[in-house]
């Protein structure tokens, strides 16, 4: 994964979806709240005794961006809005001061929180039924499938040009299962004009959307190759780890030396992905950076390296290999016992 944002056509873009939007609620409920206080604090001048009741409806702001953009958290809100009206009543009631119009408030927030979300739900559910019922009537494409039958060689696109932009659209829908059915079907429509947006959806807030992401640019083959060895190049770590892994599903060399300056990412997870995807590609122009990221201080990293190295099975990388069975961790050794079994296997059949 709040109005609908534009999807970015950059993968620089940053991502916007897990820290904008709880932002802004945050930031229109203290301001509300500041208001709030302030006008209280000056209850005793006129012009404010006067404009005092309207402060509180500043907080159907941050209510109503809420309730659309997290729909399923709407009974947890009005939970929220009830309990800190319910709080406020009790300490009146304690100090004497209690104002009845405190509950006046609450009715009418919850009554917006249990219609706006109620409302946004609809239309999800809405565009969901519509979406599934378009997959359902389109016809069996010539690269599906069928039942007893050997699976047939992807022949490009098969989804129409206009559909195309509606599912683009349908990326910016909060709702996860609807937005992973439309990247799933814009991986199989192998579309070019999907690229940069199913990049920018690998720094998504949401694992789900970004493993469906990765699957979805997978699918792409050699098409996706170099916008993705662009978003290699990312501020965020999640859009350079997504086209790492992107990048090993599709296993184009091509992909080589970016992976090897991705080893030396400041992020330990791109560094693990990146080995684990140079050990799927298997090109020897990445054992001697893999042998020397054997020394990496995260743990994840070395077994990752280690497990790449039995892959690609070069036999400079026996020596490094045999150091690492006395590392302490022992699924390093596990794995280090692994990587020599194979290049001793692969230079035996070799023979």
């Known amino acids: 994964m709040l109005e609908a944002q534009p999807v970015p056509t950059s993968g620089s873009e940053v991502q916007e979806s897990g820290i904008l939007r709880p932002f802004l609620v945050v930031v229109f409920t203290l301001v509300a709240l500041l208001l709030n206080g302030y006008a209280l604090s000056n209850a005793g001048d006129a012009f404010f005794h006067q404009i ?34 319910l709080g406020t009543v009790l300490f009146g009631l304690f100090n004497g001061t209690f104002n009845p119009i405190i509950l006046v408030y609450t009715a009418i927030y919850v009554w917006v929180v249990a219609t706006t979300s109620v409302f946004t739900m609809g239309q ?54 609807v937005k992973e059915a439309a990247i799933a079907s814009l991986g199989r429509s192998r579309d070019r004009r999907a690229l940069k947006p199913l990049i920018y959806l690998l720094g998504d807030g949401n694992r789900s959307i970004r493993e469906a992401s990765v699957r979805a640019l997978g699918a792409f083959g050699g098409e996706a190759v170099e916008p993705l060895i662009e978003a290699l190049g990312n501020q965020d770590w999640h859009i350079r780890m997504g086209s790492a892994i992107a990048l090993r599903i599709i296993g184009d060399s091509r992909g080589v030396e970016p992976l ?56 400079k990388a026996v020596d490094p290999l045999t150091h690492a069975l006395s590392d302490r961790n022992s699924e390093l050794q596990e794995a280090a016992v692994e990587a020599l079994s194979k290049i001793r296997n692969s230079l035996t059949s070799a023979d």
């Open 52 to 85: 005092a009741p309207l402060f509180p409806h500043l907080y159907y702001i941050p209510i109503i961006l809420a309730s659309i953009w997290y729909p399923r958290r709407g009974l947890l809100l009005i939970g929220l809005v009830v309990g800190v009206s």
């Open 124 to 177: 999800w559910k809405n565009l969901s039924r519509f979406l599934l019922s378009k997959r359902r009537d389109q016809p069996r494409q010539a690269g599906e499938k069928r039942q007893g039958a050997e699976p047939v060689a992807d022949q490009g696109s098969s989804v129409p040009g206009e559909d195309i932009d509606s599912l683009l659209t349908t990326l910016e829908i909060q709702d996860i299962r």
């Open 260 to 315: 090897i300056r991705g080893l030396s990412d400041e992020n330990r997870f791109v560094r693990r992905e990146a080995a684990k995807s140079l050990g799927r590609i298997g090109d020897q122009r990445a054992t001697e950076p893999l042998i020397s990221v054997l020394e990496d201080l995260d743990t994840g990293v070395r077994i990752r390296a280690v497990a790449a190295l039995g892959k690609i099975a070069d036999p």
